[in-house]
């Protein structure tokens, strides 16, 4: 099938670790690897995802991203992707939301329009971006939802944006 042979809308599954493997890692808590501290106080949930940034010396930065939702259905038209460095999300919101994410070509160079996927995240979910991970950018579905961001700073360009063939996702259908 080529991209222009793809459906107009595109589905949306269940986040789940087994199928965003091959986009980067689910964080959350269920089936972490999770300890007591402060005199068994608090349990600490470790070593969610792996932060990848110190390409061409980048360093880890925590931000917050305030998202609102786009009109239904969602009009998928462009891609970006992180050449130097994993970008991870976490809701800080109890609302889900959506990943829309794709693999590269053969050559690297664009995404593979044939692997683009959605997914629709708890809210106790977030997603780390691996590095160079074709993506939309954020697909919130209330009207006002925050995101911790934890990605990378510093030189060099690490930002691609691509069009692509429309696709639509259409939240309340699925």
Not at 1 to 9: G, Y
Not at 56 to 63: F, P, Q, R, V
Request: proline fraction near 11%; glycine fraction near 6%; charged fraction near 20%.
């Amino acid at each position: 099938m080529n991209n222009l042979d793809l459906p107009p809308s595109l589905p949306i599954e269940p986040l789940t670790r087994e199928a965003f493997t091959p986009f980067g890692e689910v964080i959350e808590t269920e089936g972490a690897h999770a300890f007591p501290i402060n005199q068994g106080t608090t349990t600490r949930f470790h070593d969610l995802c792996r932060v990848d940034v110190s390409d061409e010396g980048g360093k880890a930065i925590l931000s917050i991203f305030r998202g609102t939702p786009r009109p239904h259905p969602i009009e998928i038209k462009m891609l970006e992707r992180h050449p130097l460095g994993s970008q991870a999300f976490f809701p800080l919101n109890p609302e889900p939301w959506l990943a829309v994410v794709a693999l590269s070509t053969p050559d690297g160079a664009a995404p593979d329009l044939n692997s683009l996927r959605c997914f629709r995240a708890n809210p106790q979910q977030g997603v780390n971006y691996a590095k160079g991970v074709w993506h939309h950018p954020l697909l919130c579905l209330a009207p006002r939802q925050d995101f911790l961001i934890i990605d990378r700073d510093g030189s060099g360009n690490n930002l691609e944006e691509i069009e692509i063939a429309l696709r639509l996702i259409s939240p309340s259908e699925d």
